[in-house]
């Protein structure tokens, strides 16, 4: 079983909608990142974050720590929105900058 | 600011030869970690390298390795090439690493093929 969980793993959408992407995780973390990868390889930093919920513009990322999950919420989508976002997780401990990265959920928002 | 570059962009390589990489950070970032993403194994950490030190490696071979100097710039080299190190390499930087308000800042990556 991999470290890093997404769900689901590819997501289709009209424009306009709701969309939800989940990510569980089983170790224990120092933080979690959202990005976001474009066709031709640039990733984007969305969020980084160790506790609660982070809003920036129509993106919102939550995560409970407890419950070792995070969730990725994109409001009124839009096409440019189309990309595929990978959580990863940042490890705790002594060494604690290690990434472990999802596989990635591949959104296709439709005009 | 200037991003994150990473050069060359594209690379091809004949198995057996060695490769190196180069990238540079945004200016005042002290932190440079490598990535290897392919199709089948997604995005995979390579190490970090924090104030000219190698503080974390992930889990690849001997013939993957790196340095940083002095002005933050990191290289990070690949010897005895083999077909399965074709793979998109992308760098980040950040102020820190590892900490909670020092988020990371990719490059484009640099594309490499082993013929």
């Known amino acids: 079983k991999n470290e890093v969980e997404q769900s689901p793993q590819n997501l289709t959408a009209q424009e306009g909608e709701f969309i939800t992407i989940n990510c569980s995780y089983s170790?224990?973390?120092?933080?979690l990142h959202w990005l976001q990868q474009h066709p031709g390889g640039g990733i984007v930093s969305l969020f980084m974050?160790?506790?609660g919920k982070k809003k920036h513009g129509r993106l919102i990322a939550t995560i409970n720590i407890q419950e070792k999950h995070s969730s990725l919420h994109i409001t009124a989508s839009h096409p440019r929105d189309s990309a595929v976002y990978i959580c990863?997780?940042?490890?705790?401990?002594?060494?604690?900058?290690?990434?472990?990265f999802g596989k990635g959920t591949l959104l296709t928002v439709n005009p | 600011k200037a991003g994150v570059t990473q050069t060359p962009r594209y690379l091809i390589k004949t198995r057996g030869q060695q490769v190196t990489l180069s990238c540079s950070p945004i200016?005042?970032?002290?932190?440079v970690s490598w990535y290897q993403q392919t199709p089948g194994q997604g995005l995979q950490f390579l190490f970090e390298?924090?104030?000219?030190?190698?503080?974390n490696k992930g889990n690849f071979p001997g013939r993957f390795s790196g340095r940083q100097f002095s002005n933050s710039r990191s290289e990070m080299n690949v010897s005895t090439l083999e077909l399965g190190d074709s793979a998109l390499y992308l760098c980040?930087?950040?102020?820190?690493?590892?900490?909670?308000?020092?988020?990371?800042?990719f490059g484009n990556g640099t594309r490499l093929t082993v013929t």
């Open positions: 980040a930087s950040s102020l820190t690493g590892g900490s909670y308000n020092s988020p990371l800042h």
């Open positions: 200016s005042g970032h002290r932190s």
């Open positions: 990863a997780v940042q490890n705790s401990g002594g060494s604690n900058y290690k990434l472990t």
């Open positions: 974050l160790s506790s």
């Open positions: 170790v224990g973390i120092s933080a």
């Open positions: 390298y924090f104030s000219e030190t190698q503080r």
